[in-house]
C-alpha cells in the first residue's frame, strides 16, 4: 500500500473541513427547508388530484408539532 506524505495528507483534511464548511454554512433555513420538502412531497405524485397533494403543506397545528425539540412556540400557536 502507498504511503500518502504528511503535506498530502494535511491539504486533504484541509480541503475535508473546508468543503464542510461550505456545505453547513450554504444550508437554507427551516422555512426554506419545509418548503422544500413539501413540493418533493407533492412532486413525487404527478397527476394525482390537487385535493390530495394539497395535504403535504402543514397548517398551523402540524407546524407546531414538527418543530425542533426544545424550541419554544410563538404566543399565536401557544394560544390554540
Known sequence: ????SAT??????AAVVLAAAVGCASFP????????G???VKDAYPGMPS???SRAVQDAGQ?????IAGEKLT???AAR
Open 51 to 53: 385535493t390530495l397533494t
Open 75 to 77: 404566543a399565536d400557536e
Open 29 to 36: 433555513d427551516a422555512e426554506s427547508t419545509q418548503a422544500l
Open 38 to 40: 413539501e413540493r418533493m
Open 63 to 67: 407546524k407546531a408539532c414538527s418543530r
Open 1 to 4: 500500500m502507498r504511503r500518502v
Open 8 to 13: 498530502r495528507q494535511r491539504l486533504i483534511g
